[in-house]
């Protein structure tokens, strides 16, 4: 661990360097960090919608009909990222919209799952998102 | 309204981005970021990038002129830039309507059919707001007619239709329920189970399906669908979309 996860799972630490991006953060109850956001982010800007200081930042690309995600790894530890497929390209379910849903571990330390909205706004060429993540130790993952 | 222009790599990107809200857009091998306010001096130091003011409109920022496809035909909305491409398509979109061509799979679609010579009709499948049915129609396809289950979508469609000056005949229908209008030339950019109904419906009059909609694992059992048609083309994204030009 290259991190103590008492830093890594500080709200304070991830509200002031998310600051810039109006990202909230709070301590969960039963243990671990949530980060929430919401932004406008222009078609085919890249723009960062989360940052877990020292475990990850999220990135997106809206494009009119497609949306780009990077999830960038901002630690040494293994990563594995895993997404659930049915809700990955909404346009394709006729049932409506869900959350872009998108799971990662942190070596055997942490876990993290990401919940992603997206509501397109095409007058403005943009995209409205609203993202969160919950990030827990692994021993308190339900 | 400033504008920074910078070039970097990931790893300034890491610096940056978390102090840009509104992110970074790409322009050739530079990056370039908007603000209202002054950039943030740590922004400036990390960068080294040049800020000049442009006007607050957001609209001119939209420097791209839609897409081009195989030099050919460029597909762009009425709020960007016209292209030198010999072929200009006009799209515009509303609603849950799809197709204004910035999805992958409709530029493999008009790519696979830019290699037929246009030589009767052309039926799509799917048409959301009409962008394939209008370019096959100013290839030189004709009759082209497009169905949607969306109604909004043969709305726009017709309106597309008419700002592109081309002849199609557009209706509502559901192909899940309605037996497809046939051609010689089927464009199908739908997920597998529109596939499905086609392929049984499908006659001697098809000598053409452009197949797409449908990602890698599903390539198989949708090519098996449309019996008697072989696979005479395949295109695909590294994010797993085909599309196919299945002929007979």
Redesign the interface.
């Known amino acids: 661990m290259d991190r103590a996860p008492a830093e890594l799972l500080s709200p304070d630490r991830a509200a002031a ?2 600051a ?3 990202q909230l953060a709070c301590e969960l109850p039963d243990g671990g960090l949530l980060i929430t956001a919401s ?1 406008l ?2 078609f ?5 919608i989360l ?1 877990a200081p020292g475990l990850f ?1 999220l ?1 997106l ?1 809206p ?4 949306l780009g995600l990077y999830p ?1 790894v ?1 630690c040494g530890w293994e990563v594995d990222w895993r997404a659930a497929e049915e809700s990955w390209d909404g ?2 379910d006729a049932s409506g919209p869900a959350p872009i849903e998108l799971h990662g571990t942190f070596g055997d330390q942490l876990t993290v799952w990401i919940h992603v909205l997206s509501f397109t706004e ?1 007058d403005a ?1 943009a995209t409205h998102f609203v993202a969160k993540a919950e990030i827990r130790p692994v021993a308190t993952a339900p | 309204m400033y504008r920074l222009t910078f070039s970097g790599d ?1 790893d300034l ?2 610096v940056v ?10 322009d050739g091998d530079e990056l370039v970021a908007f603000s209202g306010a002054p950039f ?1 001096p740590a922004v400036l130091e990390a960068t080294g990038g040049a800020v000049d003011e442009v006007p607050a409109d ?2 001119q ?2 420097v ?1 002129s839609g897409v081009v496809i195989s030099g050919v035909v460029s597909i762009r909305s009425p ?1 960007e830039q016209k292209s030198s491409a010999p072929i200009e398509v006009v799209v515009e ?2 609603g ?1 309507a ?1 197709g ?1 061509g ?3 799979t409709t530029q493999m679609c008009v790519a696979l059919l830019l290699e037929l010579e246009p030589s009767g009709g052309v039926a799509d499948l799917g048409c959301g707001v009409g962008t394939l049915a209008i370019v096959a129609a100013k290839l030189g396809w004709a009759p082209v007619v497009g169905v949607d289950r969306v109604p909004v979508a043969i709305e726009v469609a017709r309106e597309n239709a008419a700002r592109n000056a081309v002849n199609i005949d557009l209706a509502v229908s559901d192909l899940a329920i309605d037996d497809p209008p046939l051609a010689e030339v089927l464009l199908v950019n739908a ?1 597998p189970p529109v596939h499905a109904r086609v392929a049984a419906a499908v006659d001697e009059r098809v000598r053409h399906v452009i197949v797409s ?1 449908i990602v890698a694992d599903e390539v198989e059992d949708v090519v098996k669908a449309y019996a008697g048609f072989k696979v005479a083309k395949a295109l695909g994204t590294e994010d797993e979309w085909i599309a196919l030009r299945l002929s007979c």
């Not at chain 1, 494009?63 to 497609?66: A, G, M």
């Not at chain 2, 981005?17 to 790409?26: I, S």
């Open positions: 360097e998310g810039a991006l109006g932004r982010v222009e085919g800007a890249r723009a960062a940052l930042r990135d690309t494009q009119e009909e497609t960038r901002l346009y394709r095409r060429l | 990931e990107l890491d981005l978390p102090l840009l809200p509104a992110g970074v857009h790409t943030p957001w609209r920022r939209q791209g709020f979109r509303r849950s799809f204004s910035s999805h992958p997920p909609g």
